[in-house]
């Protein structure tokens, strides 16, 4: 074989398999990106964040793992994803509607509202007539060992925020939960929790996540929807105001 | 063998190119390379791993250059010159190099042996993770509080968890912090364990970095002696948020930690928190929730509270 044809042959070879490697490398980057985000504008230098954790979700693949969910402010449509985006030096309020069950901290320590404005939540519980059983009230502790109240939590661990998302009671919680997501306020029971913080004055990509180990199916509950974005983790993207 | 008369001593000549250069290298090394090497000096375990680094950076030094010298001279000096085809000069063997280069080399491993060993056994296990139960102690006193200029040894727990570290402080009431404090001038027994996966406590600049492994209490001693931050890092791969598993410490005057730490007891105790908080314990399984007591069922390796978030009903197997 001359030396022109090894060097073509070389050159192909080495085009095949970087070829296969960057396919590789964009086949699971591309799953990660094929999630929507999320747009959140302030108004008035606030921002509203509204989400929603359920049992299950509509996805084809593993539609009976634990999700957030993420309101469109723009079409109030829920989108079935955990990135979202808020402007820097921004007070954002969050609505958190937690149709799962209880499980509980496995520390409890997280019971504690922490990073908030006022270190505080507001909290009501509704059942699935739509009755208020727990009317609201603001707490700096939602306690996930006392009783069934804790579903999973927020928690942007870079801002030291640490938020327990409330769960709907124990019997609601075996019986009576929301079986079709997105989950939709009427006919099913939810704890409806608000609560503030400000994002920081600089740009940037902030993990969030659940500290519940929720992956049904794993070892010890680690794994699953705990560690895919787009369930149980996600990323608060903020950007320049 | 022969030696022309107009020939050099290459012996000589090297060995003070290689005295002049070794000692340049050891000034160099000691007084302007080490006070810059990590992982600094905040704390008796950092000191002793800098200078480490710089005892065997030391010892090293002389190795590299004569090494190198060697090389270059020979390439430099004993290169074929333009039209030299002759063979060169036949090589037999030599007691006198073997000698010194078994000798020489013998020397500096067990030097290095010894001086392992000391830094390992003087620092109380260098600020490595030494299991439950430690053979190489830090001197201090033992109690059950903590109060400022006392010479009390602190206790803090370091609890990992997927992804984030929280640090729980005994001596006062045990109450649970997500930030690290640490007063300065203060022994520290570090006991380091995880909620549910494997990780590793690496205070960087503290010199400290244990596994922290469910059901295990691994036992770490550092004295801070600076004040400034710290970096807590995660050094064991958990998860896909391994590299994010990151926060900062402080370490502070003995009477700002004692004002933050007993803040911290006051408002845990006020808003309920502290009588909510496991029971104080070394270590933790992660199947097991101790205040839920042991009626607890444990369906798909999850363990379920009051409302059986996983009843048998729902063994979700994704």
């Known amino acids: 074989m001359s030396v022109a044809a090894r060097a073509v042959v070389l050159a192909a070879a080495f085009v ?68 979202f985006s808020v402007p820097a030096h921004t007070k954002v309020n969050v609505t958190i509607l937690g149709y799962d069950g209880c499980t509980p901290l496995r520390n409890n320590f997280f019971s504690q509202v922490q990073g908030t404005i006022g270190n505080t939540v507001t909290l009501s519980q509704f059942d699935q007539h739509g009755r208020e059983y727990v009317t609201e009230h603001t707490t700096p502790v939602i306690n996930g060992w006392s009783d069934c109240n804790v579903g999973h939590t927020f928690a942007i661990p870079g801002l030291g925020l640490y938020v327990p998302v409330a769960s709907p009671n124990a019997q609601l919680s075996a019986n009576n939960l929301c079986s079709s997501s997105p989950c939709v306020t009427s006919g099913n029971p939810y704890a ?41 983790m996600g990323e608060m993207d903020v950007v320049s105001s | 063998m022969t030696t022309p008369q107009s020939e050099p001593r290459h012996g000589l000549r090297l060995f003070l190119i290689w005295i002049v250069l070794s000692l340049i290298a050891v000034l160099l090394i000691w007084f302007v390379w080490k006070p810059h090497l990590p992982p600094g000096d905040m704390s008796d375990a950092a000191r002793h791993q800098q200078f ?19 090389f270059i001279y020979s390439i430099v000096v004993w290169r074929a010159r333009p039209g030299d085809d002759s063979d060169g000069e036949p090589i037999y063997g030599n007691t006198k ?66 992804w984030t570290w929280t640090y729980r402080y005994p001596q006062f009431g045990g109450m649970e912090s997500s930030e690290l404090l640490l007063p300065v001038n203060t022994p520290v027994t570090f006991h380091v364990t995880s909620l549910d996966v494997i990780h590793s406590f690496w205070a960087y600049q503290l010199g400290v970095k244990a596994d922290a492994n469910p059901e295990v209490d691994n036992v770490a001693y ?13 050094n064991e791969l958990c998860g896909i948020w391994h590299g994010a598993m990151f926060n900062y410490g402080h370490v502070v005057s003995q009477t700002a930690f004692q004002a ?26 992660p199947t097991v929730i101790p205040q839920l007591g042991k009626n607890l069922p444990k369906i798909d390796g999850i363990t379920g509270g009051a409302g059986y978030y996983y009843p048998p009903s729902d063994p979700v197997t994704p």
């Open chain 1, 192 to 232: 409806k929790e608000t609560f503030s913080f400000m994002t920081p004055d600089h740009a940037g990509v902030f993990r969030w996540q659940c500290l519940v180990p929720c992956g049904g199916g794993f070892l010890d509950g680690n794994s699953g929807p705990m560690q895919t974005l787009g369930y149980m």
């Open chain 2, 97 to 162: 190099v073997q000698l010194t280069w078994i000798i020489g080399t013998t020397v500096i491993v067990l030097w290095l042996f010894v001086f392992g060993t000391v830094e390992l056994v003087v620092p109380a296990g260098a600020g490595a993770g030494e299991g439950p139960s430690p053979i190489w102690k830090l001197a201090g006193t033992q109690s059950a509080t903590w109060t400022p200029n006392s010479g009390t040894m602190l206790q803090v727990q370091v609890i990992g968890q997927q």
């Open chain 2, 222 to 234: 550092a004295t801070p002696k600076s004040l400034g931050s710290v970096t807590v890092r995660c």
């Open chain 2, 260 to 285: 933050w730490a007993s803040g911290v007891q006051s408002a845990e105790r006020g808003d309920g928190l502290l009588a909510d908080l496991p029971p104080y314990a070394l270590t933790y399984d």
């Open chain 2, 52 to 70: 480490d680094i710089a005892v065997l950076a030391v010892s090293a030094a002389p190795v590299v250059i004569f090494v190198l010298l060697y």
């Open chain 1, 16 to 83: 095949v398999v970087a070829g296969i490697a960057v396919f590789v490398a964009l086949y699971y980057i591309g799953g990660t990106s094929a999630l929507p985000t999320v747009h959140y504008a302030a108004s008035g230098g606030q921002a509203n964040v509204v989400l929603q954790e359920d049992p299950q979700n509509d996805s084809a693949s593993k539609p009976d793992w634990v999700t957030y969910y993420v309101q469109d402010p723009a079409t109030g449509k829920w989108v079935h994803t955990t990135l």
